[in-house]
């Protein structure tokens, strides 16, 4: 990789936001470590660490998912990695023209390695089809990508800390740039503090359309806030995200 490449794979990462690189061990040579320390605001100086360096899997523009995984690796960047059982890297169709992204794994994630196949999945899974049912859309779950912020189970389900949410969520973007969705379901405080970085909560935000980088992004409720929701209310405010949603994506 040339100096200008190596410049354009920089950029690309700085523009989604990434900040830090961590280099997996046995990928590059002598100097990885302070490679892993540089900010990628440094622009590469000849003779710098920089200079002719190979950086595997990171070529701008053609990230795919296989390259995302294999990055990922056996992952300790963060604490999440002590309790996990399996990485939940993500599920669906990589041609998606919709990504669903949640907070993190729960127990039967962590045990299946798959995104939202527990309690609160299963009613994901069920919102999803049937308003699309309804809607007269021919949507099934396998038809949408679904992942999470951070890919490995929190202890006791407690909610990402930012420091978790900050270095897990390089993944998510990168996942997020290489599919291109037409828009993006944000589910829960989670996702969206992730993708908007916003102050204001799911309340406050859902039903309306909101971007991360160029793609609209639609907020609503976390499936299992709606399994613990008494009143009806936010059950038919999802129902009304979701059908906004699939008929702008679908339509
Ligand atoms: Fe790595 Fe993400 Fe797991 Fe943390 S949560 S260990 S960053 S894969
Ligand atoms: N809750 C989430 O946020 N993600 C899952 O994958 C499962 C439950």
Redesign the pocket.
Known sequence: MNREELGRVLAYYRDLGITELYIRPGLSGPGQAMLAEEPLSKEPQEGSLFAGMELPGLAAGDDTLEKIRAD?GD???????QG?TN?VFGVGNPQTKLVFVGE?PGEEEDLQGLPFVGRAGQLLTAMIENTAKKEGIPLKREDVYICNV???RPPQNRA?QPD?ME??G??LFRQLAALRPKAICALGGTATKALLGKKEGVTRLRGSWHKWRDMPVMVTYHPSFLLRAYNVVPKREAWEDLKKLFHFVYD
């Open positions: 990922i992952c300790t960047r963060c604490r999440l990695h996990r990485i993190g951070v890919k490995c990402p978790e270095i897990c390089q993944f």
